[in-house]
């Protein structure tokens, strides 16, 4: 397998694998002749899935050329045959690796680009770093070792740890693996949890960490160090409270004792505001900020849409007058809701608010008379004939026995 397929980056993982596959097929003197439908079955895959790799290797790679081929043949008698498919082969002097179909059709695929890569190290002895194999599979540092460590437990491959030059590990690759596939699933990594294993010693350890297998590694060839000259180490700093300094770094988020200051422009109103809130100037400093904005945005809209500011001053100066004070538990929410909306009274008159009037706060006659009308009008129809049974306040009379000799709307007037 050349390396620009698997090393490149520009391939899927899965595509990688059809590859390989593809390539193997076509070494016969006919060719790769499988249809879509056996290579799906090969590589364990749906038709559609195995149409979409087909696809992607038969598009121009990052040179131009693709690396599959297709030629469709049919017989003498004009019915369709399988295609015929090749790959493109290695050109001279291009790097490549050789490796068992096998791995391609049992491994996991980003464990299949592993095993490639760790063959083509172990043919040409490059020395490779964990941080090298997770940037050639586009994984973490971390999920690339553990991949190496579900591979060495396939039996495709040997770990033979810090064998090589700078403590590095070194790579035995072999052509099939040399124990049977476990049954079961690998395990989830749980090195990150208490009590991990770590090959026999204590859990109370303290080791280097250049040489841990957790430690972070370089890209590029570089190694690091055995032991640090800890010139990099800050000077040390007490944080017991004998220093009064403390870097920022090492305080702890503190909530503040108190809530700060506004630091923003003061509450201001308009004079033609501040005009109508004179009746309940009292309680604007028990509201709030908040409320207060709210309510002189509704004062200065109903000025807008034309109400005279006599009109809602009076209105809440007599709210004002008849509520008790006790009974104002949230002074904003009472100024916005029960005294300030422009309320008509039943009559539908503008001099009216509530069946009082506005300027003189005498009851409304109008709202009076429909009111009578209301109670008046509640009465069921009289029915003819001798009626033994009426009601003592209104004379309504009723062929039944009246509890205490009323009617029902009387008893609930």
Known sequence: MPKRVWGSGAYSHSAVAYWAQIAALAQRSERCRASVVTLARFMGDAKRTTERYLAELSAPGPDGEPELSTIRHTDAAGDGESAERWTRPA?????FAY???AAAKTLRRPLFVLYCALTYATATNTPVTAAELAELLGVTERS???MTDELEALGWIT???RAGVHGRHTYTVHDHPLRPVAEEPVRPDTDGGSGADRTGGSLAYKEDAGLTDES???VGGAFRRRRDDRKWVAEPVDTAGNSSVVPLALRGSVRPAERPAHAGPQLTLSPRVWAVLAPVADLLPVAGDFAVRRIAREIGRQLDEGIWADDIR?????LRAWTPTEDIRDPGRWILGAALPVRPGRCGSDTCYLGFQRYTGAPCKACAELEADRHRGAHPPHTAGPQPHACTACGWTSPTPLPQQRCATCRTA
Do not use: K
């Open 314 to 318: 009076d209105q809440l100066a007599r």
């Open 99 to 101: 490796v068992p179909i």
């Open 144 to 146: 690339a070792r553990r």
């Open 159 to 161: 770990v033979h740890r």
């Open 216 to 218: 972070t590694t370089q």
């Open 91 to 95: 050109m001279r002097g291009e790097h």
